[in-house]
């Protein structure tokens, strides 16, 4: 499944901001539904963690909406 995230802290405006890349598609439960997205936005939210907080570890996922 591809996700949309960042690997550091930094500004909006750098190249490398925001990332594409490959996770495992979460295991789906009873009451879950599995949906294609085909369009995506970036949360003012989203833009503010990104510049100030680093991910623990690894790629980060962002998506307040």
Do not use: C, W
Request: aromatic share 4%.
């Amino acid at each position: 499944m591809k996700a949309i995230g960042y690997n550091q802290a930094g500004p909006i405006t750098a190249p490398d901001a925001l990332i594409e890349f490959e996770t495992e598609t979460p295991e789906l439960g009873s009451q879950d539904l599995l949906v294609e997205v085909r369009g995506i936005s970036v949360n003012p939210v989203d833009v503010k963690v990104r510049a100030k907080m680093a991910p623990e570890k690894g790629t980060k996922v962002i998506g307040y909406d």
